[in-house]
């Protein structure tokens, strides 16, 4: 009689340990955090952008303080667009409070619609040459619907840049960013990761 009720006890024990543990209580998994999506901050200008190319545009849902993304900006160094409809969108700030250039953030958006061919640069100088505007690929970066390419050796308005490109709808699109204090390459990267994470797709006519 002692063995059958020391077997029963030995059964309820091991079925206590199959269904989470006797006396115990399950931990309900954390809800997961829902990111945002990203928004373009001042829509207008790259709406009309993508108007005037009649091509999608990409727009900076951030970028680093206090760099403001609005074309028309006072920061809005750049502002072109080329007779074959490709674009270059330019953001500084530069830090002379001690009299002199101590920091320095500048950015680049770009897009080259219906060529997906890295364009060719001038090296300029006595012996300029012509060579790819943006070089040497340095891994891929995948976010936001992007597969972009990290170039670290750029050409013209991208030069000490470090610049992502990527192909999307028949076109290519870069974004950069000027390696320069207060900023490490390191920091760049991160910087420019986080932006393209937070691009925003706006199309000709679009309302958004």
């Known amino acids: 009689m002692r063995r059958v009720r020391g077997l029963s006890l030995a059964v309820l024990l091991g079925a206590c340990v199959l269904v989470a543990g006797c006396g115990s209580t399950k931990k309900a998994a954390p809800p997961a955090v829902k990111v945002p999506a990203p928004v373009c901050a001042h829509p207008a200008g790259w709406r009309k952008l993508a108007t005037r190319i009649d091509a999608p545009v990409y727009c900076p849902g951030w970028l680093p303080d206090p760099l403001s993304g609005q ?29 002199g250039t101590s920091g320095e953030l500048h950015i680049n958006l770009r897009g080259y619609p219906g060529r997906t061919k890295i364009p060719t640069c001038r090296t300029g100088g006595t012996e300029s040459r012509n060579v790819p505007c943006f070089d040497q690929a340095s891994g891929t970066f995948k976010a936001n619907g992007i597969t972009a390419t990290e170039y670290t050796v750029n050409q013209d308005a991208d030069q000490w840049h470090i610049a992502y490109a990527w192909h999307a709808y028949g076109g290519l699109y870069t974004i950069s960013e000027h390696v320069a204090p207060p900023l490490t390459a390191d920091r760049v990267v991160a910087y420019l990761r986080h932006e393209i994470r937070r691009l925003v797709v706006i199309k000709p006519g679009a309302s958004a």
């Not at 028309?72 to 072109?80: E, K, L, T, W, Y």
């Not at 074959?84 to 500084?92: A, F, I, Q």
């Open 71 to 99: 074309i028309g900006a006072v920061d809005n160094n750049i502002n072109s667009v080329s007779k074959d409809r490709s674009y270059l969108e330019s953001w500084v700030w530069q830090d002379v409070d001690l009299g």
